[in-house]
């Protein structure tokens, strides 16, 4: 008896393995959230562009991703199939692809760098067999995209006036945050680095950071410029590279490594209301958006969203891996900064068994409750950057995935229920700040601003009215001078010799002295133009500049950046003047346009 249960519960452990063993990943969708590639220094005065170097890690990339994703090759190493449910391999659909950007150049060209590795020009990935793009002519002849089948993807790049750019960018033009960061100046931390670090710093300055940083300026409040400007000539220029000791290279990146994470990755400090986590609001923001793409795919049933791509500043980045609770022991490796072309990817998959069909016409979406989460990270674009899965919220390293409602729950803690959440937590002035709706932030106080700010007119409503106003008291007014008054409009004769009467070689009205040659001007019933009128408050702020760096700490700012302003609109051109004086009228002289009485 004892030994038919023995074999019973042996057997029965034999199926449990075998049926674990058949189950296969499927993944339905994955989120992205890549760094720019190797760009031109931020303290340089020109316009910060992608070099070329950071093209080719964009699109190296890109073509990494192609092999996981969407074209996996037999030599990849991978005895998974991780391609992505129904998606093209080789013909881009923009269906199937959200790809966002920030305005910044290095950022859009990195984006476009990505797409070319992703989807590469049509002959090198399948010689035109997948050519839906070219058409046929009326000779029948094909034509196909130039540079050999080159796809265009659709960017959608989020300016800092697109309330849509806080979601990959929610550092930019937040207030609250430029506070924070500048609350770490005031630290006995900060205060230590820095008097420990002066000598280091003030030892780089004669032969490297001459010229480009004042005498004044070069410390460790400046850690992260003055290792973007270092790393940059140790890279691209051969004399700096030579002198440079690669120990001090390393110390001034371990010392930008630190300030990033002091100033974007710090979930302590707080803002207006304490749990505001104001010192992380990129990373905020971007679970926002991970979670909206992920509720996309699901709710299209996988047709959309398949693959969204985001593309930015390393605060997003670093601000959401604090969140998330990775810089920790385990994982040493997310203190410090991500290496250019970093990314982020939260996979959105479920387990079937071996009998499922792979075939995407047959495989059917599954339940929300029968959905996976998992977080990987490539560190890199280099030749040794993997692709490796990482545990979220302090969960044991064995449990790298996670139910699609454990991982709601946990981002639910932190991210953004709307943009007036963000206007709020931020008290940020931008331009779509006042007409954002904020009853979705969950928080009273969140919830009185937006009713506040709902109850409070719009500044174009009020111009208006206020013009309408001023015209009907100017109009109440000029009546009552005519009434009361007795003013009269008279008309005399022209007292200079310079009026002269001319004939119009417009024509027009002649009165008694018209000829039968003469005719009059006729005018359309529609000749009034439109003019277009700026609706924009002034003093708003202007576009920011990814990073950019515009005041130092020892000439007292407290903090590191302040707005520009936008320069204005130009000035509303007046309507065109005539070409001609009007004819004398008997008795009395011509009433001149715009004449004061």
């Not at 300026?217 to 030579?242: E, K, P, Q």
């Not at 990755?265 to 991970?290: C, E, K, S």
């Not at 593309?311 to 810089?327: C, H, I, K, R």
């Not at 040493?332 to 068994?353: C, D, H």
Request: contains cysteine; hydrophobic residues 35%; charged residues 15%.
């Amino acid at each position: 008896m004892a030994l038919t249960v023995i074999l019973t519960l042996g057997l029965q452990l034999i199926a449990s393995v075998r049926a674990q063993a058949t189950l296969q990943e499927r993944v339905w969708g994955t989120v992205f959230y890549t760094l720019y590639g190797d760009r031109t220094p931020i303290v340089l005065p020109e316009t910060n562009t992608l070099t070329s170097l950071g093209a080719q890690q964009l699109y190296s990339a890109g073509s990494s991703f192609r092999n996981h994703y969407i074209s996996p090759s037999s030599n990849d190493g991978s005895s998974l199939d991780m391609t992505i449910e129904g998606i093209n391999r080789y013909q881009l659909n923009p269906d199937h692809i959200t790809i966002v950007t920030t305005a910044d150049q290095y950022t859009v060209a990195s984006a476009q760098a990505f797409m070319q590795g992703l989807y590469p020009p049509l002959k090198d990935s399948s010689n035109y067999s997948f050519d839906d793009s070219g058409s046929t002519l009326a000779d029948g002849s094909h034509v196909s995209a130039p540079m050999d089948g080159y796809q265009y993807p659709q960017l959608y790049t989020a300016s800092a006036y697109d309330e849509n750019s806080i979601w990959i960018a929610g550092h930019n033009d937040c207030p609250m945050w430029d506070s924070s960061r500048s609350e770490y100046y005031t630290t006995p931390d900060y205060v230590d680095l820095l008097n420990e670090n002066a000598d280091f710093y003030a030892s780089l300055q004669p032969d490297f950071l001459n010229g480009v940083f004042l005498n004044a300026s070069v410390g460790y409040f400046d850690a992260y410029y003055i290792w973007d400007y270092l790393s940059y000539g140790a890279t691209h220029n051969s004399t700096l590279n030579m002198t440079l000791n690669h120990s001090d290279l390393l110390r001034a990146r371990d010392l930008a490594s630190q300030w990033v994470q002091a100033t974007s990755g710090n979930t302590t400090r707080f803002g207006q209301n304490p749990g505001d986590h104001v010192g992380a609001i990129a990373g905020r923001a971007l679970a926002t958006q991970i979670i909206n793409s992920i509720q996309t795919n699901i709710q299209y049933q996988g047709e959309y969203s398949k693959l969204t791509l985001l593309f930015g500043s390393y605060e997003p980045m670093v601000s959401l891996l604090a969140l998330s609770s990775l810089p920790n022991n385990a994982n040493s490796q997310f203190a410090g900064l991500p290496q250019p072309g970093s990314s982020m990817v939260f996979e959105l998959y479920s387990l079937t068994s071996d009998n499922t069909s792979s075939s995407a016409t047959t495989a059917s979406y599954p339940d929300a409750d029968d959905l996976y989460v998992r977080f990987l990270f490539r560190n890199g674009t280099d030749s040794s950057a993997q692709l490796i899965a990482y545990p979220l919220f302090n969960n044991s390293p064995s449990q790298t995935a996670m139910t699609l409602q454990d991982f709601i729950f946990n981002l639910q803690d932190f991210m953004l229920l709307s943009v007036g959440d963000w206007c709020y937590t931020c008290n940020s002035p931008a331009n779509f700040c006042p007409s954002s709706d904020s009853s979705g932030s969950g928080s009273s106080s969140g919830s009185s601003s937006s009713t506040s700010s709902a109850n409070q007119m719009h500044p174009a409503v009020a111009g208006v009215i206020g013009a309408v106003i001023l015209l009907a008291l100017l109009a109440l007014l000029a009546l009552l001078a005519f009434l009361l008054l007795g003013l009269r409009l008279t008309l005399n004769r022209a007292r200079s010799p310079l009026n002269k009467k001319r004939r119009s070689d417009l024509g027009g009205f002649k009165g008694g002295e018209k000829l039968a040659s003469d005719q009059d001007l006729s005018i359309p019933k529609d000749a009034n133009g439109a003019a277009i009128v700026s609706s924009r408050k002034e003093g708003s702020g202007g576009e920011v500049r990814g990073h950019e760096r515009v005041g130092s700490w020892e000439l007292g700012q407290s903090a590191k950046a302040q707005e520009a302003a936008m320069p204005g609109f130009p000035p509303r051109v007046g309507g065109r003047p005539s070409f001609e004086e009007d004819e004398e009228m008997g008795g009395g002289r011509v009433v001149r346009p715009r004449e004061s009485i």
